[in-house]
């Protein structure tokens, strides 16, 4: 809206301001989410994200002014001040959430279980590039087939030994499975596409059975 001089009127300057701001808002929702599903890019697509939360957020600042100046009504100054707040706020939030995001940087974690078979667990929001299990009783390793971009951990679910899960190929399998696994000590190593080391545990085989994992 206008006023009678033609010039955009104090409430419109205000309104555009709180729709940028909750644009910035959605922006880093969205971002934040994206860094808690894919681990290995949350610094670099989060850091844009809040990047561009925070370049709204400015630009809603300086439309909650402009709308204070244009309305010098102490109730016009009011909402522009208290928007303007909120604006710094999520300025100052995506600034946290980054910083404690890029801190927070630690390796998968991998975990082993048993049921109906040999399962190998990874920490989910990690892309596994390749799997292998080494031990006692022999070899066994998978790899993506698309290594620049394997599939999540947590849409594989879990990766039980034997078996090739969408998105891998098996590479060696000296490891007898047709029945119970060999007693013995054993290790795990996976493979994730970014700048972490390899995910690594350790189980034993006593009797057939699963007897203790660790890292």
Same mark, same amino acid.
């Given at each position: 809206?206008?006023?009678?001089?033609? !010039?955009?009127?104090?409430?419109?300057?205000?309104?555009?301001?709180?729709?940028?701001?909750?644009?910035?808002?959605?922006?880093? &929702?969205?971002? *934040?989410?994206?860094?808690? +599903?894919?681990?290995?890019?949350?610094?670099?697509?989060?850091?844009?994200?809040?990047?561009?939360?925070?370049?709204?957020?400015?630009?809603?600042?300086?439309?909650?002014?402009?709308?204070?100046? +244009?309305?010098?009504?102490?109730?016009?100054?009011?909402?522009?001040?208290?928007?303007?707040?909120?604006?710094?706020?999520?300025?100052? @939030?995506?600034?946290?959430?980054?910083?404690?995001?890029?801190?927070?940087?630690?390796?998968?974690?991998?975990?082993?279980?048993?049921?109906?078979?040999?399962?190998?667990?990874?920490?989910?929001? @990690?892309?596994?590039?390749?799997? +292998?299990?080494?031990?006692?009783?022999?070899?066994?390793?998978? !790899?993506?087939?698309?290594?620049?971009?394997?599939?999540?951990?947590?849409?594989?679910?879990?990766?039980?030994?034997?078996?090739?899960?969408?998105?891998?190929?098996?590479?060696?399998?000296?490891?007898?499975?047709?029945?119970?696994?060999?007693?013995?000590? &054993?290790?795990?190593?996976?493979?994730?596409?970014?700048? *972490?080391?390899?995910?690594?545990?350790?189980?034993?085989? !006593?009797?057939? !059975?699963?007897?203790?994992?660790?890292?």
């Amino acid at each position: 809206m206008t006023n009678n001089d033609g !010039k955009v009127s104090a409430a419109t300057l205000i309104g555009i301001g709180l729709a940028t701001l909750a644009f910035a808002g959605v922006v880093l &929702y969205a971002g *934040y989410r994206f860094a808690l +599903r894919d681990v290995c890019a949350q610094n670099d697509r989060y850091s844009i994200a809040a990047l561009a939360a925070i370049i709204a957020s400015v630009i809603s600042i300086i439309f909650f002014i402009w709308g204070a100046v +244009r309305g010098r009504a102490w109730r016009t100054t009011l909402a522009a001040v208290a928007s303007s707040l909120a604006s710094l706020g999520l300025i100052a @939030f995506a600034a946290f959430l980054f910083l404690a995001l890029s801190m927070s940087e630690s390796g998968a974690e991998v975990s082993v279980s048993e049921d109906n078979g040999l399962h190998i667990s990874v920490a989910e929001g @990690f892309r596994v590039r390749s799997l +292998r299990v080494e031990g006692t009783g022999g070899r066994w390793s998978i !790899k993506a087939i698309d290594e620049m971009r394997p599939p999540l951990s947590q849409n594989v679910a879990r990766y039980t030994l034997g078996q090739t899960p969408a998105g891998y190929d098996e590479q060696e399998s000296t490891i007898k499975l047709d029945g119970a696994l060999p007693d013995g000590e &054993y290790r795990v190593e996976a493979i994730i596409t970014c700048p *972490y080391g390899p995910a690594r545990a350790s189980f034993t085989i !006593k009797q057939g !059975k699963l007897h203790s994992s660790g890292f």
